[in-house]
């Protein structure tokens, strides 16, 4: 388990199955503790020991089953209370609270804002709160979710929302995918010296078995495929070389169907 001081909160990063992270957010004004994405309830019940706290929320990003397998059990042992997408209420399990874009959910002591980052799939969302974002599958170290139910115009606009958060917001997806992402991203971006100073420091990370998650939307905006194309030099450089139309959406569609292949 990792730790990590916000504001009013502090972030418990928990390694679970493969390569899940599920996050324990305990306030610091409150008895507030949420976890995010629960992908297997026995990992956050012996978290939740160690911090001699009770669960209190689970926040989930989307329906999932390697991110709300845990649901029930915790319900169950803990009688917390269940957060998820209005949009996807049917296939979250144990469902409480359905909230949306621009609802905000009162949780004591914590600003919780939610944005809707549909494209992986739809009614995905995404909590943000101080300067953290929990965005599931949406945005990964140097990736972005694979587009299993959206459209590639859905999902850019929804990267779009994340790329728009300040540079300063710590990245805490739920896989630990980054060295793979960034074998891909070296490909398509291979005069990124931003990109080749990341892949050093990530290399080196996972070398000491660390998490290489949180990132920042900063580090992310430099270096990850997904968000190159707000850049307008990449667009220039990227569709004169795949001979296809110079817009972001191009580019984008372009990059995710490339990585579906790659
Ligand atoms: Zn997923």
Avoid at 161 to 190: M, W
Avoid at 207 to 225: D, F, H, V
């Amino acid at each position: 388990m990792w730790s990590y001081q916000h504001q009013h909160f502090n972030v418990h990063q928990i390694p679970a199955l493969n390569d899940n992270y599920i996050y324990l957010i305990e306030a610091k004004n409150s008895d507030i503790l949420a976890v995010v994405d629960p992908a297997d309830a026995s990992v956050v019940n012996q978290a939740c020991a160690r911090l001699g706290k009770s669960l209190t929320h689970i926040l989930n990003t989307h329906h999932h089953w390697d991110h709300t397998d845990g649901n029930k059990a915790l319900k169950q042992r803990w009688n917390c209370t269940v957060i998820g997408a209005a949009d996807d209420a049917k296939r979250i399990p144990c469902i409480d609270i359905q909230v949306s874009e621009n609802v905000f959910p009162k949780l004591d002591g914590l600003n919780i804002q939610i944005l809707d980052v549909s494209g992986h799939t739809l009614g995905h969302i995404a909590y943000v709160m101080d300067n953290a974002l929990f965005c599931g599958d949406a945005l990964f170290g140097a990736g972005c979710g694979r587009l299993f139910e959206g459209s590639p115009e859905q999902m850019w606009q929804s990267l779009q929302k994340l790329g728009a958060l300040p540079d300063n917001t710590q990245v805490y997806c739920a896989h630990e995918y980054t060295l793979p992402n960034l074998r891909f991203a070296r490909d398509i971006d291979s005069n990124n010296k931003e990109l080749e100073s990341r892949i050093h420091r990530d290399t080196q990370t996972r070398m000491k078995k660390q998490p290489t998650i949180p990132s920042s939307i900063a580090l992310e905006k430099a270096t990850n495929p997904f968000l190159r194309p707000l850049n307008d030099t990449f667009i220039h450089t990227y569709a004169t070389a795949k001979h296809i139309e110079e817009n972001a959406l191009d580019v984008f569609t372009h990059l995710r169907t490339s990585k579906d292949r790659w």
